[in-house]
């Protein structure tokens, strides 16, 4: 069974910082990764969308990337604000199956 | 606008009242898929469909029902709920399992169970 695992669960960072998150993967036949931020008690919202043919992608002040040998993406968040403190999710659709695999998200808090 | 529509957004009910959480999408979506959310255990899929008629089971699909007649709609239903059952849900779709195109996910129903 494919897994998708997010470290850390949790980051707490004072505002204006840079930070990475990080998601790894057990499969490296992936049709593609995306990434998506939830607040508290809502739904579901898309940043970034990666392909397998793909290494990066951005979006303003987010960047992830993706190296599929090693099974891995992170998300880049520069200059941190405290709008972005939320939870973030990666998700991975394997090649193998036909399932969309969740990491269990890393909770970000930026401090003002 | 292109959205995928769940109702209702909260629901509570009593244990064993049939229930059904419906879903729609408005962009000629053939795959569909339902997850529901579970504080320390992350997002976990239930059952999807790759298109019409098409369904099959996620990773936790005891206690849950779908059809998909119409390529739009997805529905999830309860025959019998339980409160193992409490939850948060969400419906998703993409053009297609693989393609080049990501996943759109609906506002989220919040069932409790009694």
């Known amino acids: 069974k494919q897994e998708v695992t997010q470290i850390p669960a949790a980051l707490s960072v004072p505002e204006g910082e840079n930070l990475v998150l990080n998601c790894s993967f057990t499969d490296s036949a992936i049709y593609n990764l995306q990434w998506f931020r939830q607040d508290p008690g809502k739904g579901l919202t898309s940043l970034l969308l990666?392909?397998?043919?793909?290494r990066e992608q951005t979006s303003g002040r987010l960047n992830a990337s993706l190296d599929k040998s090693s099974g891995r993406s992170t998300l880049y968040i520069a200059a941190s604000q405290p709008g972005d403190s939320a939870t973030y999710l990666c998700?991975?659709?394997?090649?193998?199956?036909?399932?969309?695999?969740f990491g269990t998200g890393t909770s970000l808090t930026v401090i003002p | 606008e292109a959205q995928v529509t769940q109702n209702p957004r909260y629901l509570i009910t009593v244990t064993g009242k049939k229930l059904t959480v419906t879903c729609s999408q408005n962009m000629n979506h053939e795959y569909m898929s339902w997850y529901r959310q579970d504080p320390g255990l992350g997002l976990r899929q239930i059952y999807y469909s790759m298109n019409v008629e098409v369904t099959d089971k996620g990773d936790v699909p005891e206690g849950y029902k779908v059809s998909r007649k119409e390529k739009r709609n997805f529905p999830l239903i309860l025959e019998s709920p339980s409160p193992n059952q409490t939850s948060l849900y969400f419906c998703?779709?993409?053009?297609?399992?693989?393609?080049?195109?990501?996943?759109?996910f609906g506002s989220g129903t919040r069932l409790t169970v009694v």
């Open positions: 998700a991975v659709s394997f090649v193998s199956g036909n399932q969309f695999y």
């Open positions: 998703a779709s993409s053009l297609r399992q693989g393609a080049y195109y990501g996943y759109t």
């Open positions: 990666i392909q397998s043919s793909q």
